[in-house]
């Protein structure tokens, strides 16, 4: 503010300067010769100097202006800001603002995050998303590790340039609450996010990332389904991710003969997702010390948005080994069928996921499918009707309903939280099975 108090009385000083040294330089001229011509050529040289001169401290006279008006405005939104930083109580902004949805472009660099610790078998994870990356340039693999394990370093060293291998520098214990001792490792996690995506979104300043974890597989055209859909995320502000993972991907619970059926989806599914630097913004100052996904699905978090996800999963979990894994791994994460076709996404038309063309055809689905009673389909009896509909009232009817049937009730045997995957499906996505 200083500084531009300074410049604008230096602009002042310079045209006083400016106009009193033309005026001494005028005055104490040599009076030129009794000749008539030269005389006329100098008062006409001088007329015409005179005009320069004008013209000059017109320019100057405007620049003060406006480096003063500039000034004013600065303060006022100096102002402003303060005013609502201390409205907020949050720490002012210091970073330039990044760009805004709508000025991403859909050709857009798409980075890999994956997130490792300490399993070397994050080899097969990387190995399958080098094969299947068809450009280097448009997907870059970044892989940040925790954890500091001597061999995961080396399997990541080992692929040299063909990744960049970035590490959480923090490897201390996270004080938590004695009651959550157990859950050390979620803390971890959380921070090893937080840590991660802001060197992706801050300091590598990318404008978009896919996450992806160091025990996933990942399908033949799990980029060019990320590719294909990321226009549509630029463009529908109710989508806030795109996800490769269907919760209720199971081998027998899912469509294989239409691997390019996409749908969206209330309930944050993660394991293999995209989001945009204005998510991050918006969730880094307020990211939460653990059990990060499960806090995602928040209704303060998602504040109604939707992500797509696809019918028959673009990636798979092959890690039995992890903190909510083991018997949940067992139970239910292994038998999520991962798609073996390609399909040409970027060739299709795939506008019929925006909000209100979506919600036309897909509600209109749902409720016009015979309505059958649980009992009723348990046994395959009515397997003529094709898609019919389970209609349930309470939370504890869904739950019913999904373990009779066999698709997602929790999103882990160990999970604190008492919310579950269940309790946050919309009624749409569950009412359908075909
Ligand atoms: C590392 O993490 C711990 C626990 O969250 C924190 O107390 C400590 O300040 C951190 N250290 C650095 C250098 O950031």
């Known amino acids: 503010m200083l500084k531009k108090s300074n410049l604008v009385l230096w602009g002042v000083v310079l045209f006083v300067a400016w106009n009193a040294l033309i005026l001494f330089f005028l005055w104490t001229r040599p009076q030129s010769s009794s000749d008539h011509s030269r005389l006329t050529e100098e008062v006409i040289r001088l007329a015409q100097d005179a005009e320069v001169e004008l013209e000059r401290q017109k320019d100057l006279l405007h620049q003060i202006y406006r480096y003063s008006a ?55 994870c990387l190995d399958k998303l080098l094969h299947y990356r068809p450009s280097k340039e448009r997907f870059p693999i970044i892989v940040s590790q925790d954890c500091g394990h001597e061999e995961t370093a080396r399997v990541i060293a080992s692929y040299g340039d063909a990744i960049m291998h970035i590490k959480q520098p923090n490897l201390s214990d996270i004080p938590v609450p004695t009651d959550h001792r157990k859950f050390q490792g979620y803390y971890k996690i959380a921070r090893h996010y937080r840590w991660a995506l802001s060197q992706v979104f801050r300091n590598f300043k990318y404008q978009a990332a896919i996450v992806v974890e160091d025990d996933l597989e990942v399908a033949p055209d799990f980029f060019e389904y990320f590719q294909a859909a990321f226009p549509l995320l630029l463009a529908d502000p109710t989508l806030w991710c795109l996800s490769a993972w269907n919760d209720n991907g199971k081998e027998q619970m899912v469509d294989a003969n239409h691997p390019e059926l996409l749908y969206r989806t209330d309930f944050f599914p993660g394991l293999g997702w995209l989001l945009l630097s204005d998510l991050w913004d918006e969730l880094e100052p307020k990211w939460p010390k653990a059990f990060w996904d499960d806090w995602m699905r928040h209704p303060e978090q998602r504040q109604g948005r939707s992500c797509i996800r696809p019918e028959v999963s673009r990636t798979m979990t092959f890690g039995r080994k992890g903190v909510s894994h083991g018997q949940f791994f067992d139970q239910y994460l292994k038998f999520i069928k991962l798609n073996d076709r390609f399909v040409p996404f970027t060739q299709m038309d795939l506008s019929y996921l925006k909000k209100d063309e979506y919600e036309r055809s897909f509600l209109a689905q749902v409720y016009g499918a015979p309505e059958l009673r649980v009992e009723e389909l348990q046994g395959n009896q009515r397997r003529e009707l094709g898609t019919v509909r389970v209609q349930y009232t309470t939370r504890d009817s869904f739950k019913a309903f999904a373990k009779a049937l066999g698709s997602w009730t929790t999103s882990s045997p160990e999970c604190p939280v008492p919310a579950t995957r269940a309790s946050s499906v919309s009624s749409s996505e569950a009412a359908a099975f075909t």
């Open 70 to 124: 500039l000034w004013n405005r600065r303060k006022a939104t100096e102002a402003k800001r303060l005013h609502l930083s201390v409205a907020s109580s949050a720490p002012p902004s210091t970073a330039a603002p990044l760009p805004r949805r709508s000025q991403i472009s859909p050709d857009a660099v798409l980075p890999v995050l994956v997130i490792a610790c300490d399993r070397s078998t994050v080899r097969r």
